[in-house]
């Protein structure tokens, strides 16, 4: 157990819909991550976050957004949900946001399924 | 383009052999790189950081080393078990911007 939470662990939806992923990162950890990984993929850096504030954006759709909250946890939307959005959704957090510096933790994924 | 590669194929060896998975870049010049193991249907689980100023990193069955002229980085699991079966993905940061990135991985199998 990584110590990184996420919500909920599967999620189905329909093309056109919107959904919120939940992640909760380790005690102490500053930094959260979001990754999207499809098997034709890999693993895809979307964003990051270091104490509330964003650090650096990857491949992140702009139908895609996130924030970081006061307690540190965070959240991923996703909305005008299309069918390539399916796949399985990282969260990572690590102690500080010095980049490569850290390891990051990942937490178990939420797969999301879009009909 | 900035691109990391792995060995998209699988590897297969014998248990008890030595395991070499290779990670080749292009277009960066990173400070470090990772290596984690991922396990199917899980999230990547941290193995080992190597510093550009380190040829060769340790721990327990584990070696990576790290040629910065090559823009290589090799991975070696000895003394390999069945248990050491998964993916696994070499990670560096896109120099100075914070985005990270993940090679494809190398799928690992240890025959018993």
């Known amino acids: 157990d990584s110590g990184v939470t996420q919500t909920p662990k599967h999620l189905i939806t329909a093309t056109g819909q919107r959904v919120t992923l939940r992640c909760s990162p380790r005690s102490g950890d500053l930094s959260v991550y979001w990754y999207q990984q499809s098997l034709d993929q890999g693993l895809q850096f979307l964003i990051q976050y270091y104490n509330g504030e964003e650090r650096a954006k990857g491949n992140i759709l702009e139908r895609f957004s996130a924030q970081q909250f006061p307690d540190l946890h965070s959240e991923l939307n996703l909305s005008s949900l299309e069918l390539g959005d399916s796949a399985l959704y990282f969260c990572?957090?690590?102690?500080?946001?010095?980049?490569?510096?850290?390891?990051?933790?990942f937490g178990p994924g939420t797969r999301l399924t879009v009909l | 383009s900035q691109k990391i590669e792995q060995n998209s194929e699988a590897l297969n060896i014998q248990e008890g052999k030595t395991a070499t998975l290779t990670c080749n870049y292009t277009?960066?010049?990173?400070?470090?790189l990772q290596w984690y193991r991922q396990d199917p249907g899980r999230g990547p689980v941290f193995l080992l950081l190597?510093?550009?100023?380190?040829k060769e990193k340790r721990k327990e069955r584990l070696k990576v080393t790290f040629d910065t002229t090559l823009k290589q980085s090799l991975f070696h699991i000895t003394a390999s078990q069945p248990a050491d079966s998964a993916t696994y993905l070499c990670?560096?940061?896109?120099?100075?911007?914070?985005?990270?990135?993940f090679g494809t991985g190398t799928r690992l199998k240890v025959l018993a």
């Open positions: 190597i510093r550009e100023n380190e």
């Open positions: 277009n960066y010049s990173p400070a470090y």
């Open positions: 990670a560096l940061e896109s120099s100075g911007t914070y985005k990270y990135i």
């Open positions: 990572a957090s690590s102690v500080v946001g010095l980049a490569g510096l850290n390891e990051q933790f």
